[in-house]
């Protein structure tokens, strides 16, 4: 059986002594079978003392998709072509590391070696910008589904879902720093149509693919000063929305979410779609919600954001990166603030009920590494989650020995889940530690560094 183009059965392979270490189909240098067997059934023995079942964990972990994010390929250009020069929108990648995809063929081929390396089935998570518009000059007021055909195609070739997102951000349009909230007319309902067209889009990839497409609004409207007319702008930002999302689409089509922020460039003092904005929107309007890492005050948890408003809303969507001082959008690594993200999803039960997609953009480093270490780390964190013994601390805990719930928790930091990990990329046939590193490097020196 394959998925994403690999096979997702486990290769036995017996290593003989005085012979070179053995490869898999892919040519990646593998541990030898036994040695990993055997940690692995000493790992599993361990997690089942405390009545952690690791296969049922492991099948978990098999059914989460992560959306990854298109834009990570090449620094958020795009595949437009753009008669003026427009601002960032409040966007800024930093780095100029070689390499960056600059086609849709280029950007495919490394989307299409970073799923190879991560575990799983997964989707891809498209800006309207990334169409396939050839040689013409289409403006985004007039996108139509016939633009991401081939994105379609390719998605449904290698197996994937494809989520989508308006963009409303690097545009002519957008340099006042409003767009669905501007006082201009025309301007505002550029935007409108914009999205009203992403949305229908949406719904076309939901349709056509078989599994919904998870339509994702963010706007960069706000203010670097002082600003006295917050109502207004929120105002017109409401009745804006309520002309986007008049029209209904089928939920097994097309589920829309909506994304606050707490600040941006150009937007610190101001931002007009704040969390508390789009939460009682969406609320109110039965939407999703998309909680992003980065979008918050430093000591704010989104860990604790899910619990509350899973109690409200049927579903979420999140955005994982990784902010370092500011909504800078580093690379995810498996961090406290990931790993406690992951263990609130999986203590609430609400894997069916959070959508993850990754939203990072770092061009000081390989971009394809980028996406493999991002994907990785979220799935290493949830793979920890779902070897928590959840009913033996659920029993600590209401049996108020709070002292028992807090050394089980601790002793689980040192538990094995490196070995089970290890073991899930073997059965999932992707490689680990030096010859992951090492099926990067061979990837840039044979592609990357080509493109000059």
């Known amino acids: 059986m394959y998925r994403n183009g690999r096979s997702i059965h486990m290769h036995i392979v017996c290593h003989r002594a005085g012979t070179q270490p053995p490869t898999n189909h892919r040519n990646f240098p593998m541990n030898t079978a036994e040695p990993l067997e055997s940690a692995f059934a000493r790992a599993r023995d361990q997690y089942a003392a405390l009545g952690v079942e690791v296969d049922q964990a492991l099948a978990s972990l098999r059914s989460i998709a992560l959306s990854l994010h298109c834009w990570q390929g090449d620094d958020v250009h795009g595949f437009e072509r753009k008669p003026d020069a427009a601002s960032s929108g409040g966007i800024q990648v930093t780095g100029a590391y070689p390499g960056a995809a600059r086609t849709i063929d280029e950007l495919r081929g490394d989307l299409q070696k970073a ?25 985004r007021d007039q996108i139509e589904p016939a633009h991401f055909l081939s994105w379609m195609d390719w998605c449904r070739e290698h197996h994937l879902g494809l989520d989508f997102n308006a963009t409303c951000f690097g545009h002519p349009r957008a340099d006042t720093g409003f767009t669905l909230s501007s006082t201009d007319t025309g301007i505002r309902n550029f935007w409108i149509e914009h999205v009203r067209r992403c949305r229908e889009i ?14 994702n609004l963010w706007i960069p409207d706000g203010a670097k000063d002082i600003t006295v007319r917050r109502h207004l702008h929120r ?11 008049a029209r209904p689409y089928d939920k ?16 610190e003092s101001f931002v007009v779609g704040s969390h508390e904005f789009y939460m009682g929107y969406a609320l109110a309007h039965h939407l999703m919600l998309c909680l992003d890492l980065g979008h918050f005050h430093p000591t704010e948890s989104v ?69 493999v270490l991002g994907s990785r780390s979220t799935l290493k964190a949830l793979l920890r989650a779902l070897l928590e013994p959840r009913e033996r601390l659920t029993a600590l805990e209401a049996e108020g020995n709070l002292f028992a719930r807090m050394a089980l928790l601790e002793d689980l930091k040192t538990m094995p889940v490196g070995v089970v990990w290890d073991y899930y990329c073997s059965r999932e046939d992707v490689p680990t530690g030096e010859a992951l590193r090492e099926a990067i490097h061979s990837y840039e020196q044979q592609v990357l560094a080509r493109r000059g």
């Open 115 to 139: 799923y190879s390396l991560i575990p799983g089935s997964h989707r891809l998570n498209l800006h309207a910008m990334y169409g396939d518009f050839g040689s013409r000059v289409v403006d």
């Open 202 to 215: 949406g719904a076309v990839i939901g349709k056509t693919l078989g599994t919904a497409c998870v339509h």
């Open 235 to 245: 105002t017109i930002l409401k009745e804006s929305l309520d002309a986007i999302y």
């Open 252 to 267: 097994d089509d097309l589920r829309d979410a909506v994304e606050s922020k707490l600040f941006g460039i150009g937007s």
């Open 303 to 371: 860990a604790d954001k899910v619990s509350a408003l899973l109690h409200y809303t049927d579903d979420l969507l999140l955005h994982v990166s990784r902010g370092v001082r500011w909504d800078s959008d580093h690379v995810v690594i498996m961090n406290d603030e990931i790993t406690t993200l992951a263990e609130e999803i999986v203590r609430a039960d609400a894997l069916g009920r959070v959508r993850i997609a990754l939203d990072f953009f770092d061009g000081s480093m390989n971009r394809i590494g980028a996406w």
